[in-house]
């Protein structure tokens, strides 16, 4: 058993694709035993990016820690074994779209008949509410609705959505939260919950001081490549070898960068002198700045400028960021040996636990690989498992 | 009290800012009793980010349902106060810069002396560790660093950023998960916790199968604007009166897509007939595509696709999203009175628990609203806390 957090929480998980097995893997990460159900075919996701020899590493990194168990969840029997498996959980965690968990026959009801202190978690596009509940979703959808991509891009183009699945991600964060945030009540009240989280809400969550700004002034801060919308010079500019980014967030800040760059006379005079002069000539003050800054490499800048106090760093490529000596250092970087898969390679853990870590325990599980397990767990004996199989329930 | 998950916790919250008051809040939203500390000229917050007759919505869409204790930590008086608190406490959030924290007095022994099962959370720029650990941080040097930015953008233009501060947001959400897990640990172990949070690592974790690809395969997926990296068709596109993205993520989406815009005879033929070979004519099909969309309103494509199984939004601004059906629905647009301030909207909350839901208990507090009253629970007399008025440490 792990030592995480988390120890000793069991979680069934029948998620699939990305928002809700980043969840249920933060779970896994945090130390519960997450027991993942797929249908025969498996999640599509064992067959989808990033391919190396047959197996998908983008599978192997979001299903870490987890076991799997491999039924058909459409046959009576296939059901019963949730059921009973639901039975033995503290927490349940799904991302179908909103009413076939129930149309599958797992309703609340029967869920907290099942097990009265169950912890159910739903992640989906729109939320169990409301009048866009049924449609189907996506990640880009949800950039779309929730104002993230009216705040991404450049004043001239259309709105932009970012590269990452980040309303997936972010709503597979929140229902982690939800979830452990209930673990602690439930160890204190003995109760379980009904959770219920939407991407769309989650992202649009984000909208700090887009949000604010709109609703305090109704002013909308619109799209501003990699400017700052209210502070000049802020941005990405073009080192000899390749861009920094280079954020004087204020007027002190701004000194520094100035001092450091020795562009205290260039930038002298009353067309300099203050943000709100700056902003107004923001292409000369950054052709000011874009052409000292290329008079040297992006690791002089970096060193240079954050000793001054000015937050800058590179701009860096996947290859870059992964040799890193930082990411390096954070262990963001993680190998795993996966049995005849060879070592995969994937992310680390971005939480730094000292008395409980994350561990690292358990490659992503091969499809069904603890069926018999945990079905024996359950009780069932091997003929029972063996007529199952024969059937194709399992 | 709050009946929230985490009702009956304590947080001193000596976080500003962003990350800090962003992690602090979800734990307040979720029943925490979180005590911010602020300096005698308060978070800078405060004065900034759609500011409304003097006061600045954005602070308070940040800091709600907090307490808020004002008192200068550099003088011994003031960091009496903070131990006794901290000695009263069950968590601390920071975000100053590494070491910090420690040079004022509460380094890790100092903090487990006070209070031994107390839990720790440190959110800061590169983390605690490595070395870049003493550099000035910036979410938008985060997202330069983790590789969020090179997949984001056009792959004619520079490496772009989100216009939302997502790595402070995503760090926030960290720490509050990893603050969370460990108190559902210390329920039933009494143990304390030590943790340290990096806004690189966070935001790094979402690299998903960006960072899946290049590990698995050495090629990077690049930036791909609103296309998407292997599918086409798949982005925004232009109605009559704005824009819609649609994502028909595989071939049985595109059919129903094809069928739904009766496109079918003019996407017929092998230049159109495989996804790799859309991809090659990319230009083409979203042409064809986007002629047809023109021809009717955001509202029409978006029900008539998503009717036909077709996951499609409309690209909304702000505004547009606070005016939606569905974000009305699930109560993300929340009024708050303020007393003094009048009514101040800003977003609800994302995570929608039923037994024990988040609440909104208290407008963001006015800078030193609750010294007194802490204090005094403290054991402080009044006259004590006229003196340390006098003397300027609250």
Redesign the interface.
């Given at each position: 058993m792990s030592q995480?957090?988390?120890?000793?929480?069991r979680v069934v998980d029948l998620t699939r694709v990305?928002a809700g097995p980043f969840s249920t893997m933060?779970l896994a990460d945090?130390?519960a035993e997450v027991i993942k159900v797929e249908t025969p075919a498996g999640d599509q996701i064992r067959g989808?990016?990033?391919?190396?020899d047959g197996f998908?590493?983008?599978f192997?990194?979001?299903n870490r820690n987890k076991r799997s168990v491999k039924l058909n969840m459409r046959t009576a029997e296939g059901m019963a074994v949730v059921k009973e498996l639901v039975a033995t959980a503290d927490v349940l965690v799904e991302n179908f779209r909103p009413g076939v968990l129930a149309k599958m026959g797992l309703t609340d009801e029967v869920l907290k008949a099942l097990k009265p202190d169950l912890v159910v978690c739903s992640i989906s596009?729109?939320?169990?509410?409301?009048?866009?509940k049924d449609?189907?979703?996506?990640?880009?959808?949800?950039?779309?609705?929730?104002?993230?991509?009216?705040?991404?891009?450049y004043p001239d183009r259309?709105?932009?959505?970012?590269?990452?699945?980040?309303s997936d991600?972010?709503a597979g964060?929140?229902g982690?939260?939800?979830v452990?945030?209930?673990?602690?009540?439930r160890?204190?009240t003995g109760?379980?919950?009904?959770?219920?989280?939407?991407l769309?809400?989650?992202i649009?969550?984000?909208?700090?001081?887009?949000?604010?700004?709109?609703?305090?002034?109704g002013n909308?801060?619109g799209?501003?490549?990699?400017d700052h919308p209210v502070v000049a010079p802020?941005g990405?500019f073009r080192a000899r070898d390749g861009?920094?980014?280079i954020?004087p967030?204020n007027d002190q800040i701004y000194d520094r960068l100035i001092d450091a760059l020795e562009l205290r006379e260039a930038l002298a005079g009353p067309d300099f002198a203050t943000n709100a002069a700056r902003m107004k000539n923001r292409p000369q003050v950054n052709a000011i700045i874009d052409a000292k800054i290329g008079t040297n490499t992006r690791d002089h800048w970096v060193d240079v400028l954050?000793a001054a106090?000015?937050?800058?760093?590179?701009?860096?490529?996947?290859?870059?960021?992964?040799e890193?000596?930082?990411?390096k250092?954070?262990e963001?970087?993680c190998e795993v040996e996966h049995p005849g898969r060879g070592p995969v390679?994937?992310?680390?853990?971005?939480?730094?636990?000292?008395?409980?870590p994350c561990e690292m325990r358990a490659p992503a599980p091969e499809l069904g690989a603890d069926t018999d397990t945990v079905l024996a767990a359950l009780g069932y004996d091997p003929e029972r498992i063996a007529s199952l199989r024969e059937s194709g329930v399992i």
């Open positions: 995480g957090p988390l120890a000793g929480i990305l933060l945090l130390g989808q990016g990033g391919m190396r998908s590493w983008y192997a990194g979001f596009g729109y939320g169990q509410t409301g009048p866009y449609r189907p979703s996506f990640d880009f959808i949800a950039q779309a609705m929730s104002g993230f991509m009216s705040s991404t891009g259309e709105p932009l959505r970012a590269g990452l699945p980040i991600l972010v964060l929140y982690a939260l939800a452990a945030a209930t673990l602690r009540r160890e204190v109760k379980g919950e009904r959770i219920d989280v939407a769309v809400d989650s649009l969550s984000f909208s700090s001081y887009f949000a604010a700004n709109y609703l305090a002034t909308e801060m799209r501003n490549g990699n802020y990405v861009d920094v980014a954020a967030s954050n106090g000015v937050p800058c760093g590179r701009v860096l490529t996947y290859p870059e960021v992964f890193d000596p930082q990411t250092a954070r963001m970087l390679r994937m992310l680390g853990f971005p939480m730094k636990l000292t008395e409980a």
